[in-house]
């Protein structure tokens, strides 16, 4: 599955597989209509399903999560959209794109959470769905939660010390110490007190694993293109199937 499955172009594709029926293995080849039937029975709850169930065979020894989200192209390119939407407007807030929530478990760097939303929705809005999102066998062995500044919120940090984690999210520049026991101003006191101690001793380079994660999603093309607004986020939601079925192959299958 090297190149974009187009509906249009598959049954030139499927012609080509003839061989196969005629070695034996097949009795005929899927139709077209099978393929699709096949496809609108797929919720996007049973990729974000799949995608949480092969992050969790990956991440036997995970003690850290890194989170972050990233925007995506729904729609493809097209003159009518630039004269549409314009330049300056056509930017990541835009109703064409969609945000892709991830929890990337350390050190598999397998996607163990995954959620999506409007371009416009702040990070932090998200993170309740995607934390609750994660399967209960994998929060146990966790230790640090790892995140950016967008994910600094007294909600965050208060529910990520019930679950005894250490929060290194980067404090923002705002941020004042209230002299109280709660853990927002104990981790505001701690980062003012000591200045060095979020980039020297909590490893602020395990942040930047979930970008990894990103850039491997959007170097490689979409395995399924649809046209159908209902459908976009499940294509989107192939590619990070295909991610994790990678990792998975990596640790069954040594090199």
């Not at 109703?95 to 932090?124: M, N, Q, W, Y």
């Not at 293109?225 to 990678?246: A, E, F, G, I, T």
Request: proline content about 5%; charged content about 25%; aromatic content about 8%.
């Amino acid at each position: 599955m090297q190149d974009q499955i187009v509906w249009r172009d598959l049954p030139p594709k499927l012609r080509l597989c003839d061989f196969l029926i005629e070695a034996g293995y097949l009795r005929h080849i899927p139709s077209k209509s099978t393929f699709h039937r096949a496809w609108d029975e797929v919720s996007q709850a049973n990729l974000e399903s799949l995608i949480k169930q092969l992050g969790f065979a990956c991440s036997q020894h995970t003690t850290d999560v890194a989170i972050d989200s990233s925007g995506f192209e729904l729609t493809e390119g097209s003159f009518w959209r630039l004269l549409k939407w314009g330049r300056q407007t056509l930017s990541k807030s835009s109703p064409i794109f969609v945000k892709l929530h991830l929890a990337v478990g350390l050190p598999s760097r397998a996607v163990v959470g995954v959620c999506t939303s409007s371009a416009p929705e702040h990070d932090a809005a998200a993170f309740g769905r995607l934390w609750e999102g994660l399967y209960r066998r994998l929060i146990p062995p966790l230790r640090r939660v790892h995140a950016d500044r967008a994910y600094w919120s007294e909600s965050i940090i208060g529910l990520l010390a019930q679950e005894t984690l250490q929060a290194v999210i980067p404090k923002k520049s705002n941020s004042r110490d209230h002299g109280t026991s709660s853990p927002m101003d104990r981790l505001v006191r701690l980062q003012s007190q000591h200045r060095g101690i979020y980039t020297k001793n909590c490893r602020v380079y395990l942040r930047a694993e979930v970008e990894h994660v990103f850039g491997q999603l959007k170097q490689r093309p979409r395995l399924l293109r649809d046209h159908k607004p209902q459908n976009k986020r499940k294509s989107l939601l192939c590619s990070v199937v295909w991610y994790n079925h990678r990792i998975r192959a990596q640790r069954v299958i040594p090199v």
